[in-house]
Each structure stands twice: as C-alpha cells, then as structure tokens.
C-alpha cells in the first residue's frame, strides 16, 4: 500500500516510535510487524502547533523544542493491534498531537489545550456546584461518558466526581485527564472512530490514548504565567520532567505539575441588590499538584517489567448564589457573622491515583502481555461560608463550614493480551492475529456528610444552606465485575486493499452481555490517493455513578434533586433500571496529496446511539417535594412561598435515541521561504449535528424528555467549528497565528422573571448561542540553545458568548450560559511561556 504523507515529528516521539519498533511492542501489548512493503514515501514536513492536525499527516513541534531534521515519521498504537503502524496509513482517523503542541497553547491543562487543536473535541463552557470542578472532555458533539480514555493504551479509571448539573454533560463521571501531569506527556492520539470492539465500554465516539514519555535522560522544565483580558483568573504553571538509567538495562522518567488558577468573575447584576455581589458565574478556584513515574526493566532478552504511577492532588472551590442579609433577620447569631449576607462556597479536595505493572515478553513467536491497573479517586465535597439556620435554632451552634458529602470511585483491571503474525500456504499476505482478556472490578461509594450538614430526619431542618449533606438513606457501596474476551483479525486482501476485523464479548454483573464488532477497510488507489471505511458497534455501561448517585440543591427561591433510579422517590413514579447504551457507527473517508506538501482528509461520519443516559421524568412542585421526602430529603421552610415549577426532582433513565452525522475534514501545507524560514499553514473543520430519532415515555406515558432536555441531547454542542492559520519558523524565531470560529449553539432557557417564570408547565425560551471568532497569536525567541522565551494570547480580541436575555437569568446574574460547550466565558487569556531543555 503506498504512503500518502510522511510528517517530521518531534525528537521525544521519534525516540518512543523508534523503542517500539525496536522492541516490537504496542502500548497495547500486542506485537506484530509491519504491514507488507509499500511504495516510497514522499515526504511531508508540514503540521502546526495550533491547528487541528491531519490524521494522515502527523505534526510537528512547537517552537520551544526545534525537531531535528529527521526523515521518519510518527508511529500509532491507537486503533490497531499491529506494530509499527503510521498515523497516514491508518485505516480508522487518528489526530497526533505532540507535548509542544500542548505547550504552544499556553494552556495549564491537558483539556483546555486539546479543545484549541482539535475541531472535533469540546469541553464545557463552563459549570455550576461541584460539576464545575471536575475537567471532563467530549468527542463530536456526545457525553464525555461516550468517550475512552486511555494511558498507553490501558484504560484510564474514571472520576468519582460526577456532574449532576442539568446540560449536555449531565451524568458524566469521565476520566479527568487533567490529573495526569502534562510533563509526563509525550503526545496524545485521539482516534476519530467507534472502539468498543476493541476496547469495551465508552469508546462510542472515539479514543483519547494519552503516550507517556519514556526518555531515559534530559530534563525540562517550564513554566507558563496568565491573566485574563478582565484582569483576573491569574494562572501560573510549573511543569517539570526528567529521565534517567537504571543500570543497563532500565529506565525511568518521573514528571510533576504544580498549577493554580485564580476565580473569574463574569455575572452581570444581581436583580436583588443592583450590584455585582453574586459571583455564580465564572472559573473556579484551583490548586493542582500532579506526579507521574514511568520506569521499564529488561529482565531478559526477551522479557520486560514495566510500570507507571501518576497522582493527583486538587483543591477547588466553586461560588454559589448569594444571599441575601435579609434572609438571617430571625439568626442574630448567623446575622452576626454574615452582615453583608454571604455566598456559599462549594469546594473539592480530590486525592487521585493510579498504580500500573505488567510484564510483557516474546515466546515461540507470540507476543504477550499481563498487567494490573489499581486505581483510586477520592472527592471529599465541603461546603465553606454557609449556614443550617435549623441547627442554630435548636442549639444556638452556628457552624459555617460543612462537610457535606464524598464520593469514592476504585477500579481494578487485569488484562492479558496475545498477538503474532502469521503466514499461511494459501494466503499470500500475513495475518496478524491478537487475542486477549480482561476482568475488571469496579467500586463506587457515597459518604454522608457531618451531622451539622444533614437535614431532618438525621439532622436538622434542610440541613446546609446550599448543597445538604448526603443522608444515610442516600449514602453506601454498589460494585460490579466485568468480565471480557476480544479477538481482532487484520491482513491484506491485495496490496493496495487491507482490512480489520475485530470482535469483542464483556458481561457486567449488574447490566449483563454484550457483543461488539467492527469492520475496518482501506484501499489505495495510488501514492496520493486512498480511501478507508469501518463499520461497527458499540456501547456504555451505565456508571455506578449514574446508577446510585443522589443529591438535592437549594437555591434561595428553588431546589432541585436528584434521585436514584432505584431509590422509593423515583420507584414510586415509575423509574426502571438503567440499560445500557448502545451505538451503530458507520464511517467512510479519503486521504489525499493533491499536490507535493499538500495532505488532505476528509472523513464523514454517523453514529446512531440507542438508549441515551440523561435524567428523564423530571417532576415538578408536590409531586417532586413528596419523592424527595420518600427518599429523605427536606426542604428550607421557605419552600410554601415558592413557586409552583420552583421544586424538581429526576433521575437518570433511558431516555432516547440520537443520529449524530458530521464530517471532519483536515488540510496541511508547506510553504519553503529560503533563508526567510516556512510557513507551516493548517486548517481543520468539524461539522456535526445530532437529531432526536425516538424519546422513552415514562409508566404513565408521558415523555421523558421536554423540549429544554432535547436541546442538550442535540444542539448543545456546536454545530461547527473550524481552526486555520499557520507557522512562520526562521531560525531562532517562531510566530504563530491561528483563528478558530465556533459554531452556534442553540437552548432552551427557563423563565425566570415574566408570566411563565418557573410555572412548572415546562415552556421555554428557544435562543441561539450565535457563532463567535477567536484569534490566538504566539511569538517565541530561543534566546539559547537552552532556553526559550514565549508572548502568546488565546482570544487576544476578547470574544464572549451571547448573553442571555435577561428574563431568563436566575436572579439576573447568569449573562452567559455555561451549559453549552461552545466559547468560554473568561474572554481574552494572555501569557507568559519560559522553556528550559538540558
């Protein structure tokens, strides 16, 4: 099959690509050689750090590492079980994107830095309570649940910290990429594709593999400084790695991030005072500090130790709505501390961790691999500035910080995977088989929170103001076994015409069987030309998470709940037990060079996802006030001067069927200035729309989705989004210049102020999130060969969201819309980046 693009990539990846050829080992642990010879490769140096990257044509670095000149080229371990395969032969698309990539961004976290280079990934606009402390990341417009996430092609454990807020991303209890240290990175491969065949659950929308460096000397270190275009969310980020021998026949490479990002502050006045008083919308405080080792052994020629270890530590706090002095006339003593009134702060400790050892090895020509991932995240959820007026009452305590709840989320996975090549007398092309099994333990716990939290019965009135703590009725362990099988088949049907089957069973203790499959294909016409298709199903388990998890928030004039599907509230009005969800994925592309330098992809695609996760039957007024006491919750007494709509209740059900359609299309060029340097010029689109195909009805027949809930399954997420610019390099200088347009969004507000505020009736304000442009422009100078200046801006004109009409603000303060994943709200993000590489 002849090569279509050939990239220079950087010398950190070129030294992994270069170890697993060497080696002959995937970050899958299945090892086979390459596909049969093609013809020679015409070469390509063209890829950006800011834009989207071609998945035929990998990237090359950013200007803070300048790639030597190098006439190889990336290898990918994501989406196939073979080794030795290229991002451009790929039969599936596959996005690399390098550390200096990331770097270039200016960015301190992995998402944020992902969701400026690639079109076809998003991440929230932002967030309310705990979902806002939680940095979770979403393929072609679906949940960040339907996304899988992998380090060197292990599964990464998901977080215990789950997003409860209503909007797109409701439910999500996804990996948190952002506790990987981004030291420890070498590149990231995001296949653009259906894998649960390959890899099991959540890989409906595709795959993030996440390469840890595995350089065994260096070091470097960097350090990335911000501010806002309003003056404040300061950020400051200190990455640090180095490698290192042990003896000689061992490495290892040990990385470690410190971050910290100041609040912003975006809401607009408060109805209530006139003032800006009330800091609900905006970033979140954090304090981030991440470790990572990575360390391999050869134990002998043919056998290797190898391990990784990554912690995470996080401490954040999230504003709540403000209250008002006036609310605490009849608690002197509350009135005392809090004579301004008072905001409650929502905040997370989070402790991560992830413990990885396998060994892998050759024998009689198979290749193996055994390992065992333990990991754990802990969320201890606190509320600080508050109050529980009941408990003052009854004790004349007035208690202002509260533990209000924690989640813990443990997993345990075993694999053992086999591959080797194989020739046969009667086919003239080899046959990679690999083979494997894993079990997988997985464990979800809710603690209660202090008593001075928890309202009646087990405590005090409507417990904390704010965010009441977790009661023992609401409060225990579930776990679950996962068993699975895969088997996957490649080989060439001609030379030019090679195809991929892959098979896979998994049972789950609490939600039974399922079968996958995929079919991958790819012909090329010629050097330049070729085309690819896979068809294949897949599926989400429902999380534990999602299974178990309850909560209620109370706002000053409203509270909401949210009940498990198994608890008596949502029993006794008809819930049923969560399926899971499942996916048809049908894909078709063509990779082109038109003409010498220029590669272009264009893959179009459709996944139709049955049984969606969302909370459905949503309840209103006393319908929702008695589901709630069913399942031990109470509300502030100044609930009976609500209004009508002002309680709700749901909880998560199968609630519908989607087709999600779209089309990726990426372009890369070179342009050779002489001695005026290059330009390396990019432009990359995602186009995608999803449509309501069916909606579930609950036991009394009435549909579980009103028209607010369908708009976060289908037009929450951008219609497009587009990313183009280019790279002028010339000798110590480097100037990069890129716009990135971001699609209309279109939602459902409620009524807040007017004849139809908060009636229960579930009739809402259409509004469009109309589409924005933003312009990221970086100048770096590597004053040595050591160290490397950088002035860059994301957003340097400062864009913001469309407002919201003020009728449908919550006390007026709301003016952006954080439960889209379209433009942030912060505006303008202007940095510092100082590099140093020994």
Same mark, same amino acid.
């Given at each position: 099959m ?8 950087d ?8 170890a697993h ?6 970050a899958?642990?299945?090892r ?24 035929s044509?990998?990237?090359?670095p ?17 989406? +196939?079980?073979e ?7 790929s039969l ?21 830095? &992902?969701? =400026?280079? $690639? ?7 932002g ?5 806002a402390?939680?940095d979770?990341?979403?393929l072609?417009? $679906?949940?960040p649940?339907e ?5 060197d ?31 420890a ?5 995001v ?5 649960s ?5 959540d ?11 595995k ?15 309003e003056?404040?969310?300061?950020q400051?980020g200190?990455?640090?790695?180095g490698g ?13 991030d ?21 800091n ?19 134990l ?11 912690y ?21 003593g509350?009135a ?6 008072y905001?409650?702060?929502? +905040?997370?400790?989070?402790n ?6 396998? $060994?892998?090895?050759e ?6 691999? &055994? ?10 959820i ?13 004790t004349?305590?007035?208690? +202002?910080?509260f ?26 092309y ?7 099994a ?36 609401n409060a ?5 076994d996962?068993t699975?099988?895969y ?19 998994e049972h ?5 069987n ?11 016409v ?33 509270a ?11 029993v ?7 399926k ?6 049908v ?5 082109a060079?038109?003409?010498q ?16 996760? =969302? ?9 929702a ?17 609500w209004g009508?709509?002002?309680v ?24 050779? $200035?002489?001695n ?24 009394s ?10 708009a976060? =399954? ?9 990313i ?10 480097t ?31 259409q ?8 312009t990221?422009l970086e100048?770096?100078y ?8 950088t ?5 340097i004109?400062?864009?913001?969201p ?12 709301p003016q ?15 940095? =510092?980046?100082?590099?140093?590489d020994?």
């Amino acid at each position: 099959m002849p090569a279509l693009a050939v990239a220079e990539p950087d010398a950190a990846t070129t030294a992994q690509s270069t170890a697993h050829a060497t080696r002959s080992t995937s970050a899958h642990g299945t090892r086979a050689a390459a596909a049969p010879s093609r013809a020679p490769a015409t070469t390509n140096t063209s890829a950006t750090a800011q834009g989207a990257r071609a998945s035929s044509a990998p990237v090359r670095p950013a200007a803070s590492a300048p790639a030597p000149a190098s006439s190889g080229e990336s290898i990918v371990v994501t989406g +196939t079980r073979e080794t030795g395969r290229r991002a451009r032969d790929s039969l599936s698309p596959i996005d690399v994107v390098s550390h200096q990539q990331l770097a270039a961004t200016g960015q301190p976290t992995l998402r944020d830095a &992902l969701s =400026l280079l $690639l079109p076809s990934l998003t991440t929230p606009t932002g967030g309310f309570d705990t979902g806002a402390l939680t940095d979770t990341i979403s393929l072609r417009g $679906l949940n960040p649940n339907e996304t899988l996430v992998l380090v060197d092609g292990k599964r990464r454990h998901s977080t215990a910290n789950i997003y409860a807020d209503p909007g797109p991303q409701q439910g999500s209890t996804a990996p948190d990429i952002d506790m990987i240290p981004m030291a420890a990175i070498d590149h990231v491969e995001v296949l653009r594709d259906g894998a649960s065949a390959q890899y099991g659950s959540d890989a409906v929308a595709g795959v993030v593999n996440i390469i840890l460096k595995k350089q065994p000397s260096g070091f470097h270190a960097q350090s990335i400084s911000g501010i806002t275009s309003e003056g404040d969310g300061f950020q400051q980020g200190v990455y640090l790695d180095g490698g290192l021998k042990l003896g000689s026949r061992g490495w290892a490479h040990i990385s470690g991030d410190f971050v910290h990002m100041d609040p912003t502050y975006r809401s607009a006045r408060d109805n209530r005072t006139n003032t800006y008083v009330n800091n609900i919308l905006g970033q979140p405080e954090q304090t981030r500090e991440t470790v990572a080792i990575n360390a391999g052994y050869d134990l002998t020629d043919a056998i290797q130790l190898y391990g990784d270890a990554t912690y995470g530590h996080r401490h954040a706090q999230s504003y709540q709505n403000y209250r008002l002095p006036s609310s605490l006339s009849a608690y002197p003593g509350y009135a005392a501390l809090y004579p301004y009134g008072y905001s409650p702060l929502e +905040t997370l400790n989070e402790n991560d961790v992830e413990v990885k050892a396998g $060994l892998r090895g050759e024998y009689s020509g198979w290749h193996w691999d &055994l390992s065992s991932v333990y990991a754990r995240d802990f969320d201890d959820i606190g509320l600080e500035n508050s109050t529980n007026t009941a408990l003052y009452a009854a004790t004349g305590r007035t208690p +202002t910080s509260f533990d209000v709840m924690g989640f813990n989320n443990t997993t345990i996975t075993n694999n053992f995977d086999l591959s080797r090549r194989l020739h046969f007398g009667f086919w003239p092309y080899a046959i990679n088989v690999a083979g494997g099994a894993e079990y997988r333990y997985e464990a979800y716990s809710v603690g209660t929170g202090s008593p001075d939290s928890i309202s009646t019965p087990y405590g005090y009135g409507s417990g904390a103001d704010a965010l009441p703590g977790t009661n023992p009725a609401n409060a225990g362990n579930s776990n679950r076994d996962v068993t699975a099988g895969y088997l996957d088949l490649s080989t060439h049907l001609t030379r030019a015409w090679q195809v991929d089957l892959a098979g896979r069973y998994e049972h789950y203790s609490d939600v039974g069987n399922t079968q996958t499959g995929k079919i991958a294909t790819r012909y090329d016409v010629n050097r330049r030309l070729g085309f690819r298709a896979t068809i294949s199903n897949g599926f989400h388990a429902p999380t534990l998470a999602q299974e178990h998890y309850s909560a209620l928030n109370v706002s000053p004039t409203a509270a909401r709940g949210l009940i498990a599907v198994n608890s008596p509230g949502a029993v006794a009005n008809g819930a049923s037990a969560l399926k899971p969800e499942r996916s048809t994925n049908v894909e078709g592309g063509v990779i082109a060079e038109p003409i010498q330098n220029l590669h272009v992809t264009a893959d179009v695609y459709q996944i139709d996802l049955r049984d969606r996760i =969302l909370p459905g039957g949503s309840i209103v007024g006393s319908a929702a006030q008695s589901a709630l006491a069913l399942d031990g919750f109470s509300l502030p007494a100044s609930a009976a001067t609500w209004g009508s709509g002002a309680v709700s209740a749901n909880w998560f059900a199968n609630v519908a069927s989607t087709r999600t359609q779209g089309l990726d299309l990426t372009a890369t060029y070179l342009t050779r $200035l002489g001695n005026y340097g290059r330009i390396d010029w990019d432009a990359a689109i995602n186009l995608n729309r999803t449509r309501l195909r069916h909606q579930s009805d609950s036991a009394s027949g009435a549909p579980l989705l009103d028209a607010q809930s369908v708009a976060y =399954l289908t037009t929450a997420y951008p219609r497009s989004k587009i990313i183009f610019g280019g790279r002028w390099t010339q000798n110590r200088w480097t100037v990069g210049l890129h716009e990135i347009r971001w699609g209309q969004t279109t939602d459902e507000l409620t009524w807040y102020a007017g004849p139809l505020a908060l009636n229960g009736n579930h009739i809402y304000r259409q509004w469009h999130n109309e589409p924005r442009w933003t312009t990221n422009l970086e100048v770096s100078y590597r004053v040595t060969d050591r160290w490397t200046a950088t002035l860059g801006g994301n957003n340097i004109f400062a864009s913001y969201p469309t407002k919201v009409p003020a009728a449908n603000r919550y006390l007026g303060a709301p003016q952006y819309y954080p439960s889209t994943s379209q433009l942030g709200i912060n505006g303008g993000f202007y940095y =510092l980046r100082v590099n140093y590489d020994l």
